[in-house]
């Protein structure tokens, strides 16, 4: 594949009948003729020594080897898109795109708050925001497909390919709507919200973890009657129609006057929101210039924690290697 004879036009090709499972539309999309397509898949496969596609009826699908190939085509692509972008940054300052990814933690108020001065400042960049889970988030960022991403850190940002830097720790609360009849008790327990429905994080996630830990620790049984979910919309909407008991970031739940903080500790349970970017990736000044804005508005954030009495992290330096979660047993 060195010799010169794969051609980028050959990884074009892959992706497109990856995407679009036929040669018609293949052909569609990279605006050549069918044959164009047929001739250059077999030459692709040719080149390789492997079938890469099966044909059938109802159009292509990849085989096994296929997959992987394409796999490796899509983050060739993202290379080189990530160059050209990288040139054209530093031919014109501070113009290009920032791909963001994030999750629960920052999707609320750090990353709005970090685009909106970032825009202010470089109303000619572009920025793309991508919500998906971490575990998601974490193979687009190695891919290429986003350039930095922004929410909790946890084990899973522990990757040689990535550097995270933590920004500040925010504690996680029991979060109702403003009308919700446990207001009415004084000093409510965690015992006396299991009789209530509620939005938790989805499985296998470190948070949705910590959580079933408290209620081990606590004695009481997990509530059965639960809605997982990572969408904020989707969680303030069912609060506000029903008395669901969530688990949200302080800062996402205080900022809304709709919904109401229980005065209920979680110990041991809290996210470490940061900014997690490639290793040994050039960085481009549009995404070195995004990550400082994000870098002062959770500055700000870390302020606003400290004054309602949380204790939080001190300012950081520049990358630091990835950070865990603090242990809830410790």
């Known amino acids: ?79 080189l898109a990530s160059a050209a972008e990288h040139v054209h940054a530093l031919a014109e300052g501070h113009e290009g795109t920032v791909s963001v990814g994030t999750h629960l933690a920052g999707s609320n108020l750090l990353v709005p708050e970090a685009i909106d001065q970032f825009k202010r400042l470089h109303p000619g960049a572009v920025v793309t925001v991508h919500e998906a889970t971490p575990d998601v988030l974490v193979l687009q960022l190695l891919a290429g497909s986003v350039d930095l991403i922004v929410g909790r850190l946890t084990s899973t940002d522990e990757h040689p390919g990535i550097v995270a830097t933590p920004l500040y720790t925010e504690p996680i609360r029991l979060v109702v709507a403003a009308g919700h009849p446990v207001l009415a008790v004084e000093q409510p327990t965690l015992a006396d919200l299991v009789a209530y429905p509620w939005i938790l994080p989805v499985s296998q996630t470190q948070l949705r973890g910590e ?3 408290l209620f081990l620790r606590q004695g009481i049984g997990f509530p059965r009657n639960r809605v997982e979910c990572t969408s904020i919309l989707t969680m303030r909407s069912l609060m506000l129609s029903s008395p669901y008991v969530a688990a949200l970031p302080q800062l996402i739940a205080g900022a809304d006057p709709a919904l109401a903080l229980l005065p209920i500790t979680l110990h041991g349970v809290s996210r470490i929101v940061g900014v997690s970017q490639r290793r040994h990736s050039p960085v481009a000044p549009v995404h070195h210039e995004f ?40």
């Open 291 to 330: 990550a400082r804005q994000l870098a002062d508005v959770a500055q700000r954030m870390r302020v606003t924690l400290d004054s309602e009495g949380v204790a939080t992290m001190d300012p950081l330096d520049g990358p630091q290697e990835p950070a865990r979660d603090p242990d809830p047993d410790s």
């Open 1 to 79: 594949m060195l010799t010169g004879r794969l051609k980028i036009r050959h990884l074009q090709l892959a992706v497109a009948l990856d995407d679009h499972r036929s040669v018609v539309s293949a052909a569609e999309h990279l605006h050549v003729t069918q044959p164009v397509v047929t001739r250059g898949l077999q030459d692709l496969e040719a080149l390789l020594g492997a079938r890469l596609f099966d044909r059938g009826p109802r159009g292509v699908s990849a085989t096994g080897v296929g997959s992987a190939f394409v796999g490796h085509a899509r983050a060739v692509l993202a290379q």
């Open 211 to 213: 959580i079933e830990q």
